[in-house]
């Protein structure tokens, strides 16, 4: 009866775990992203991961609409974003967002973004908290993705070379 007791609370803690990791994460473009950098960096060091924050207004900017659509969920990219830990810093205009992720999604864009425009994916490096790469925009009036896979190769080369 002991045992059963001890498994019951192994299996409750881990449930209450990934449900608190549930709740840190959301599905965008066919990728897992956290919504809570500090999270997302504390799983980079554990799986020794770059990190890459996309900057989007995901409900008013044409550009960041088409790369949710167009570059996201392309098989190539996805197959790239496999080894690198993403974050999510959206500043929607009608989607309703909680107060306390808007002020994580301000704070990252005052570090990493600066005056950068929309769509911005910024990589970081886990360790020292600084930028790898940037890539800025999209071009959906040539539908061209290359760009951004070639991004994300160069961040990992670049993260694993070190």
Not at 48 to 55: A, C, D, E, G, N
Not at 85 to 107: C, G, H, T, Y
Not at 123 to 143: C, D, L, M, W
Request: glycine share 6%; charged share 25%; hydrophobic share 40%.
């Amino acid at each position: 009866m002991k045992n059963s007791k001890w498994i019951l609370a192994l299996i409750m803690m881990y449930l209450g775990h990934f449900f608190v990791l549930a709740q840190n994460t959301v599905e965008y473009g066919g990728i897992r992203w956290y919504l809570n950098y500090d999270e997302a960096r504390k799983v980079a060091l554990k799986e020794h991961k770059p990190i890459v924050i996309l900057f989007t207004g995901s409900d008013w900017c044409p550009p960041c609409k088409a790369l949710h659509n167009e570059v996201l969920p392309n098989k190539m990219f996805q197959d790239e974003a496999k080894g690198i830990i993403w974050v999510l810093a959206d500043f929607p205009r009608r989607k309703p967002m909680s107060d306390e992720q808007k002020s994580r999604n301000r704070q990252l864009a005052m570090r990493f973004l600066g005056r950068g425009g929309l769509p911005t994916m910024v990589a970081v490096n886990p360790q020292t908290q600084t930028e790898i790469r940037r890539i800025s925009g999209y071009n959906f009036y040539k539908h061209d993705i290359q760009p951004h896979i070639n991004f994300l190769i160069s961040v990992k080369n670049f993260y694993h070379k070190k």
